[in-house]
């Protein structure tokens, strides 16, 4: 079992950037498919991001192509989340998640969730 643990919110104003992080521990992460996800109040919780176990193949959300990049340091057990040109529509809980093998849009193919960073972008 893996424990995922996100780190790297806050508040930003338009225009700014943030680098999110998730740290795992419990198992190596090279062997985890990663996905990053956001949860706005009273929505449901939307794909971002994710990432293969080897890091070549990506994929994004229409709302973050361009801004946002994912990217992953198997040597030191983390996944990152580069976030530019914040919009206020960005503003949400991010949660990284792992899943064996390779990498999904879909939230429920997920395994392992960390417990999420608050990510709050002002106009």
């Known amino acids: 079992q893996v424990q995922l643990v996100e780190s790297g919110g806050g508040l930003v104003q338009a225009g700014g950037s943030l680098r999110l992080s998730c740290a795992a521990s419990?198992?190596?992460?090279?062997?985890?498919?990663i996905g990053w996800f956001q949860q706005a109040p009273g929505k449901e919780r939307k794909f971002v991001a994710t990432?293969?176990?080897?890091?070549?193949?990506?994929e994004y959300a229409d709302s973050v192509k361009g801004r946002f990049i994912i990217s992953r340091d198997n040597a030191k057990n983390t996944v990152y989340l580069q976030m530019n040109s914040l919009k206020p529509e960005d503003t949400a809980v991010y949660y990284c998640?792992?899943?064996?093998?390779?990498?999904?849009?879909?939230?429920?193919?997920?395994?392992?969730w960390g417990q999420g960073t608050q990510v709050t972008v002002s106009s």
């Open positions: 998640a792992a899943r064996h093998g390779g990498s999904s849009l879909r939230a429920r193919a997920y395994d392992y």
């Open positions: 419990g198992r190596t992460l090279s062997m985890y498919g």
């Open positions: 990432i293969t176990t080897s890091g070549v193949t990506t």
